[in-house]
C-alpha cells in the first residue's frame, strides 16, 4: 500500500513522455557547477588549491567572488547528485512498466560511468564526480528493489551519519586551525607545466583528491534517495500538485536556507563544510523551486530552450566544460590563469563566455542528433 501511494502522483504521466522541466534543471545545474570550478581553474595552484586550503581566485575578500559563493558553491553539486537520483527512479520505473528484472543491465551503465569519470578525473579534471555517482548509482539502484519503508529510513540515516560526519570534520578544522598556504613548485605545474605532468601529479596525488566522494558518500545516498522520493511523489510533473510542492520547495529552501548561507560565510573559515553540505542543499531545494516556478510561468523561449539542450546533453556538457576551462586556465593551453587569474571579472568573464559555448553548442549539437556525444558513446557501447 505504502509503494503504491508513494508512486501515484507521477504514474499519470505517460511513460515515454519527457519531463521539460528536469532537461532545465540539468542545464542550471552543468552551468551552476562550473560557477563553483571555474574559481578552482583561475587559482595559482589548479586544482590542488582546496588541498592547500584556499577555495579558488579572490572568493573570499572581493564582491564578485562572495556573489559566486553564495550563489554556487555546494548547491548546484546538490542539484545534480539529487537529479541523478531522480534519472536512476526514471529508469527503474520504466523498468518496471515493461516487466524488466530489475536492475538487469544498469550495473553495466553505472560500471561504464565509473570508467568515464576515471577518464575525465586521469586526463582533465582531479574533482571529478562521475566516479562518486556511478558507487552511489549501483547501491542505490540495488535498494530500490527494497520497500518504500526501507529506503526512507536508509535516506534518514545516511543524512545522520553525513552530519555527523560534516560535524566531527568542523571540529577538527576548529582545533587545526588550517592556514592557507601556498607551493611555488604546484602553481609552476599549472601556470608552465605540460599536460602528462599535470596528469602525473593526479596520479600521484588519487587518494587526496578523490577524498571528497569517499567523505561524502552518505551525502550522495541522501540526495540519491531523496531525487527519487521527489521524482515519486510528483514535484516534477505538470500537475498541480506538482506545482505547488516547487513552490513550497521555493518558499523553504530560499527563506531557511539563504540566511543560514549567509551566516555561515560570515563566520569563521572553519565553517567552510558546513557551508557547502549543510546549508547548500537547503539552498538548492529552494533554487529548485524557483526553476520550477519560472518554468511553469515563463514562456518557452531561446534561454530556455538552450538550457533544456543542455539538460540533454549534460554528460557531455560537464566534460566539455571543464576541458575547455582547462585549456583557457592551464600552462599546456593559453595559460591564462596565471595572467589574469587573481581578477575575479576575469573569473567571472571565463563562466560566462563558457556557459555561452555550451547553451549555443547544444543546440546547435541537437539539431542534427539526438543527444550528446558522451552519451552516444555510451549508448553505442552498451548498445
Known amino acids: 500500500m505504502h509503494t503504491t501511494s ?17 532537461d532545465v534543471l540539468r542545464g542550471v545545474a552543468i552551468l551552476g557547477t562550473l560557477g563553483t570550478n571555474i574559481w578552482i581553474f583561475a587559482a595559482a595552484a589548479g586544482e590542488a ?26 548547491k548546484f553539486l546538490s542539484m545534480l547528485t539529487l537529479l541523478f537520483g531522480v534519472g536512476l527512479a526514471i529508469q527503474f520505473r520504466s523498468g518496471e512498466r515493461r516487466g524488466r528484472r530489475w536492475p538487469g543491465r544498469y550495473h553495466w551503465r553505472a ?14 579534471f582531479a574533482w571529478d564526480v562521475l566516479m562518486g555517482y556511478a558507487v552511489t ?21 545516511q543524512l545522520a551519519l553525513h552530519l555527523a560526519i560534516i560535524g566531527l570534520i568542523t571540529a577538527a578544522m576548529f582545533s587545526l586551525d588550517p592556514a592557507e598556504q601556498s607551493d611555488p613548485e604546484i602553481e609552476a605545474l599549472y601556470a608552465s607545466g605540460s599536460w602528462i605532468e599535470q596528469v602525473q601529479f593526479r596520479l600521484d ?29 510528483g514535484a516534477f510533473g505538470d500537475e498541480a500538485h506538482g506545482r505547488r510542492m516547487r513552490r513550497r520547495m521555493g518558499m523553504w529552501g530560499l527563506g531557511i536556507g539563504l540566511p543560514l548561507n549567509l551566516a555561515v560565510m560570515a563566520g569563521p573559515d572553519p565553517l ?29 523561449g531561446p534561454v530556455m ?31 591564462l590563469a596565471a595572467r589574469y587569474g587573481s581578477n575575479p571579472w ?25 543527444t550528446g556525444p558522451v552519451e552516444l558513446l555510451q549508448r553505442s557501447i552498451l548498445r
Open 6 to 22: 508513494a508512486t501515484a502522483p507521477a504514474a499519470t504521466a505517460p511513460a515515454a513522455r519527457r519531463l521539460p522541466l528536469l
Open 49 to 74: 588549491a582546496p588541498l592547500l586550503g584556499g577555495a579558488g581566485a579572490a572568493t573570499d575578500d572581493t564582491v564578485i567572488g562572495a556573489v559566486f559563493e553564495l550563489l554556487a558553491n555546494g
Open 111 to 124: 560500471l561504464f560511468l565509473f570508467a568515464e569519470g576515471t577518464i575525465h578525473f586521469v586526463l582533465v
Open 137 to 157: 548509482a549501483i547501491v542505490v539502484a540495488w535498494l530500490l528493489t527494497r520497500s518504500v519503508r526501507v529506503q526512507h529510513a536508509v535516506m534518514w540515516i
Open 205 to 233: 596525488n588519487a587518494l587526496a583528491f578523490r577524498m571528497e566522494p569517499i567523505i561524502a558518500f552518505p551525502f550522495l545516498m541522501f540526495l540519491f534517495l531523496l531525487g527519487v522520493r521527489l521524482f515519486r511523489a
Open 272 to 300: 567552510f563544510f558546513v557551508e557547502r553540505y549543510v546549508a547548500a542543499p537547503i539552498v538548492m531545494l529552494g533554487f529548485l523551486g524557483l526553476t520550477g516556478i519560472l518554468v511553469d510561468r515563463l514562456r518557452r
Open 305 to 335: 530552450a538552450a538550457l533544456e539542450s543542455l539538460g540533454r546533453t549534460a554528460l557531455s556538457g560537464y566534460v566539455l566544460q571543464n576541458l575547455l576551462a582547462s585549456a583557457i586556465c592551464y600552462g599546456w593551453g593559453l595559460g
Open 346 to 370: 576575469f573569473v567571472a568573464g571565463l563562466w560566462l563566455a563558457i556557459s555561452v559555448v555550451l547553451l549555443v553548442g547544444s543546440r546547435l549539437w541537437l539539431r542534427r542528433f539526438s
